[in-house]
């Protein structure tokens, strides 16, 4: 594809209506491939061996690894559409960065929660305030602030350009959460499996890791475009409303 097409094929998607069309046709297939997915990795992460030190509690890695993934590459995906808000004001931009923001601290979420239930027998404790645990915390507080200043403003408009400067400003967590654990002497290990050196972890475990990963990521992503039309079709109604309230003051 040439660097004018895929601009064109851009531009393209800033119509609503395209973008809803495309929608109809994606979901479908999208989903059947998450539920597959999720199935293989599920009788994969089930039917590995434990590991002789962890035992079954390996298998909580399973779920919160790729959790964990998808709590930072949302964030990412808002804030390359908090820029498309700011820079090129797509019109599908903010729309993009309200309708991640409650899968992101739901993904956050998790992994926070199985971090837990996995972090109890393996080091003795539910919590503790090390680098990498505290920033994703901070994750989750962002991505409720973010939530809560979208719904607190009236205007769309407004709140997608306060919204988008939250976004980017807090992007600086990012890299924080995922180089935490080599800056800081933490509690929670290095990182594993992406390493300039290659992943370290066997690969019994590797590849239903990576099955779930991609399962994870097709959520995402079917999810993302589910929020992203539903917003669509309730500022259209909204739109329709005010339109009807204005023509009935007229009348009167």
């Known amino acids: 594809m040439t660097e004018s097409l895929a601009i064109r094929k851009f531009s393209d998607l800033a119509n609503p209506t395209r973008f809803l069309a495309l929608a109809e046709r994606l979901l479908p297939w999208m989903a059947g491939l998450c539920c597959l997915l999720f199935a293989a990795g599920l009788y994969l992460a089930f039917t590995t061996e434990g590991d002789y030190q962890q035992g079954d509690t390996v298998r909580i890695m399973y779920i919160h690894v790729p959790a ?49 239930l996995w972090g109890k027998p393996m080091w ?8 990498r645990l505290t920033s994703v915390f901070i994750l989750f507080l962002m991505y409720l602030g973010i939530i809560a200043l979208n719904r607190a403003m009236d205007d769309p408009s407004r709140a997608a350009r306060v919204s988008s400067v939250l976004i980017l400003v807090g992007f600086v967590n990012i890299p924080i959460i995922k180089f935490s654990v080599d800056w800081w002497n933490t509690l929670h290990q290095p990182a594993s499996v992406i390493r300039m050196d290659g992943p370290t972890i066997d690969g019994e475990f590797l590849r239903p890791l990576l099955v779930m990963a991609i399962a ?37």
């Open 68 to 116: 964990a993934w998808l709590s930072m590459m949302c964030y990412s995906v808002m804030a390359l559409s908090a820029i498309g808000t700011l820079v090129w004001r797509h019109p599908l931009a903010d729309v993009s960065h309200k309708a991640a923001a409650p899968l992101g601290a739901a993904f956050t979420l998790i992994a926070l929660i199985t971090g837990s």
């Open 124 to 131: 003795g404790t539910w919590w503790v305030w090390d680098a």
């Open 216 to 252: 994870y990521t097709l959520l995402f992503f079917t999810l993302h475009i589910t929020a992203m039309r539903n917003e669509i079709w309730r500022r259209r109604i909204a739109t329709q409303r005010r339109l009807a309230a204005r023509n009935a003051s007229r009348e009167v």
